[in-house]
């Protein structure tokens, strides 16, 4: 089954409306179903049986969207995906409570997963959780202080990809993958997290926001801590306390940043179908080598 057909068929459609009309909202708006695309992907290295995996795969979807909700209040964005926020369409409040009780219905998906295979994956999918809370502290916290790359490395992974990592594993784990596979595919999926979270710091600064979904230059107005500034930082060059965007970017490109993000982009790339090599050879791997090289050309 298709997955948005699949999200199509979550029922929304509750009392009170104010509280599930965002959540209708927010998954309405598309996006690329990255996350459960991946999970499905690595059940089927496996010939794993889609109906076990999907339960697991929206969760993951849902799951992923109640972040960025609350990740666009902390932000204070203005657009998700080409559309209004939803707390600006709505309100701040409303934002919240909806993003909780996106959380709540992501848990409630996970109870349809096989009894056999439940325990393990509440374990994966907690852990991934509280660390992307914490990645988001730490995303929080830069904003007030000298970040080393070190730093901003450890955060990304922990905001960005582990749920790619966990996305993948979960669907091997309930294809009965070996261990060693299971890893292989987490390694993956970190890789392939840490390049594109990478890549949407450049479209920050260098994309067309036709596709991109969000205004230019976001990260930089926020003061955010990306791989872009954390690199110009570095070299002593940049005034540390610039928020325009005007001048941000002519100084990230007379420093060479941005082709410095490419390169970085294509070596985590690089390392990341390095562990497909570990895993069965048949057309779910190569969907997965094939994913990856997509992802990292979004206009760029």
């Known amino acids: 089954?298709?997955?948005?057909?699949?999200?199509?068929?979550?029922?929304?459609?509750?009392?009170?409306?104010?509280?599930?009309?965002?959540?209708?909202?927010?998954?309405?708006?598309?996006?690329?179903?990255?996350?459960?695309?991946?999970?499905?992907?690595?059940?089927?290295?496996?010939?794993g049986v889609e109906q076990k995996v999907l339960p697991a795969a929206l969760a993951l979807e849902v799951?992923?969207?109640?972040?960025?909700?609350?990740?666009?209040?902390?932000?204070?964005?203005?657009?998700?995906?080409?559309?209004?926020?939803?707390?600006?369409?709505?309100?701040?409040?409303?934002?919240?409570?909806?993003?909780d009780v996106m959380l709540i219905e992501a848990y409630r998906l996970l109870e349809d997963i096989e009894p056999k295979h439940l325990p393990a994956v509440h374990h994966l999918f907690t852990r991934m959780a509280r660390e992307i809370c914490e990645g988001q502290q730490y995303d929080m916290d830069f904003e007030r202080k000298e970040v080393t790359m070190d730093e901003y490395m450890?955060?990304?992974?922990?905001?960005?990809?582990?749920?790619?990592?966990?996305?993948?594993?979960?669907g091997a784990l309930l294809s009965d993958a070996p261990t060693n596979a299971q890893n292989a595919l987490y390694e993956y999926g970190i890789h392939l997290g840490l390049a594109f979270q990478i890549e949407d710091d450049y479209l920050d600064c260098f994309g067309n926001p036709a596709t991109f979904g969000k205004a230019i230059g976001g990260d930089i107005r926020e003061g955010k801590k990306t791989w872009m500034?954390?690199?110009?930082?570095?070299?002593?060059?940049?005034?540390?306390?610039?928020?325009?965007?005007?001048?941000?970017?002519?100084?990230?490109?007379?420093?060479?940043?941005?082709?410095?993000?490419?390169?970085?982009?294509?070596?985590?790339?690089?390392?990341?179908?390095?562990?497909?090599?570990?895993?069965?050879?048949?057309?779910?791997?190569?969907?997965?080598?094939?994913?990856?090289?997509?992802?990292?050309?979004?206009?760029?």
Request: net charge positive; proline share 3%.
């Open 229 to 300: 500034r954390v690199t110009a930082l570095s070299s002593g060059m940049l005034n540390p306390d610039s928020r325009d965007v005007e001048y941000v970017l002519s100084e990230y490109r007379r420093l060479g940043v941005d082709e410095k993000a490419k390169a970085e982009i294509s070596r985590l790339t690089a390392e990341a179908l390095k562990h497909l090599k570990h895993l069965p050879q048949n057309d779910a791997t190569t969907q997965l080598r094939d994913l990856a090289e997509r992802l990292v050309k979004r206009n760029i």
């Open 63 to 99: 799951f992923h969207n109640f972040t960025l909700l609350h990740d666009d209040v902390m932000d204070n964005a203005e657009t998700r995906r080409g559309r209004e926020c939803v707390h600006r369409k709505w309100n701040t409040s409303t934002a919240i409570l909806s993003g």
């Open 1 to 47: 089954m298709d997955i948005n057909e699949a999200l199509s068929r979550l029922d929304w459609s509750r009392e009170p409306q104010g509280l599930y009309e965002p959540v209708a909202y927010t998954l309405a708006a598309g996006g690329k179903r990255l996350r459960p695309t991946l999970t499905l992907l690595a059940a089927q290295v496996f010939d």
């Open 154 to 170: 450890h955060m990304i992974r922990l905001k960005t990809a582990v749920l790619f990592a966990n996305a993948l594993q979960i």
